[in-house]
């Protein structure tokens, strides 16, 4: 079993910054791609950045160039430096690990960016 722990969500004006971080725990085979989905009130879920355990990336359109994702993989945990926040970033945060071919999500932790 597999568990994700995030942290560092909160409140932040336009403009400001936060950084996000996901600890996974459990059974881990340690070819993986971590990452961090988002869902907005009323809006599907979608994929922020994800990264696998070799280093490649994958950024949404509306995040790239404002948002850095990174990972230690001893530690097993992702870490996602959002900056240039804007009110449409708004939304709970949820971690995911992929891993032989099981998904696995953290319980989400929520990101308000406003005035």
């Not at 004006?13 to 059974?27: D, H, K, T």
């Not at 992702?78 to 999500?105: F, H």
Request: hydrophobic share 35%; glycine share 12%; aromatic share 10%.
């Amino acid at each position: 079993q597999v568990q994700l722990v995030e942290s560092g969500g909160g409140w932040v004006q336009p403009g400001g910054s936060l950084r996000l971080s996901c600890a996974a725990s459990g059974s881990i085979f340690r070819l993986n791609v971590m990452g961090w989905y988002r869902q907005a009130p009323s809006k599907q879920r979608e994929l922020v950045a994800a990264m696998t355990s070799g280093g490649t990336t994958n950024y949404a359109d509306s995040v790239n160039g404002r948002f850095t994702i990174s990972r230690d993989n001893a530690k097993n945990t992702v870490y996602l430096q959002m900056n240039s926040l804007k009110p449409e970033d708004t939304a709970v945060y949820y971690c995911n690990l992929q891993s032989r071919g099981v998904g696995y999500w953290g319980q989400g932790t929520l990101v308000t960016v406003s005035s």
